[in-house]
């Protein structure tokens, strides 16, 4: 089967930094993917990772671990508006993205 | 250059009926991909089209189905419906569904089942 384990909630300070972990075991990888998706609206690509290492993107930053079947996303000098839900999604061996279930993050001031 | 365009946005069936959605992909993008989102759950994978062609299929019953047409617009069809198939469906499109093709999202179509 596949799994993709993401934490439900996180709370963090405005301006503090968080990481958001994803955990996979699925039928083939060709690339880690995170989303942001504010509520009522549509999910936004924020960063891909397909070998070990991580990824720089301004305040964010996702790390993967192949062999661990792990991936975290890092978001640092948090903002209100960073306040979202963060999906973790794999494409798989047939080239299928499945998603996790999705971080809901809130940022308090 | 348009987004991704999903019609309608909101609707309300009963138990029984059956619904069609639409999705319009972004301009030159091929591959549509269909999930279905709730509240506790999360997106889980219905299908995926490419050249009009299934390529993957996820976890749903008969119940749901779906093509894509020759200019790669696409539909997804619920018969029967249930309860439980009260969601928000997202389409989202990518030139390919290869490697680092990115997906990119509608706003969705909110369904209600009474």
């Known amino acids: 089967g596949q799994n993709i384990d993401q934490p439900t909630e996180m709370t963090a300070t405005e301006g503090a930094i968080v990481q958001i972990n994803c955990t996979y075991q699925t039928s083939g990888f060709n690339g880690l993917f995170w989303y942001q998706q504010h509520a009522g609206e549509a999910p936004t690509f924020l960063s891909y990772?397909?070998?070990?290492g991580l990824e720089e993107k301004g305040r964010f930053s996702s790390f993967l671990s192949r062999s661990k079947g792990y991936s975290y996303l890092l978001l640092k000098e948090l903002q209100m508006k960073d306040s979202a839900s963060y999906l973790c999604a794999v494409r798989g061996n047939n080239n299928d993205m499945r998603f996790g279930a999705g971080t809901r993050l809130t940022v308090k001031p | 250059k348009a987004g991704v365009t999903q019609t309608p946005r909101y609707l309300i069936k009963t138990r029984g009926q059956q619904v069609t959605l639409s999705c319009s992909p972004i301009s030159g993008h091929r591959s549509v991909s269909w999930y279905q989102q709730t509240p506790g759950q999360g997106l889980q994978f219905l299908f995926e089209?490419?050249?009009?062609?299934?390529?993957n299929k996820g976890n749903f019953p008969g119940r749901f189905s779906g093509r894509q047409f020759s200019n790669s617009r696409s539909e997804m069809n619920v018969s029967t419906l249930e309860l439980g198939d009260s969601a928000l469906y997202l389409c989202?499109?990518?030139?390919?569904?290869?490697?680092?093709?990115?997906?990119?999202f509608g706003a969705g179509s909110r369904l209600t089942v009474l």
């Open positions: 989202a499109s990518s030139l390919t569904s290869a490697g680092a093709n990115v997906l990119t």
């Open positions: 990772n397909v070998l070990d």
């Open positions: 089209y490419f050249s009009e062609t299934q390529r």
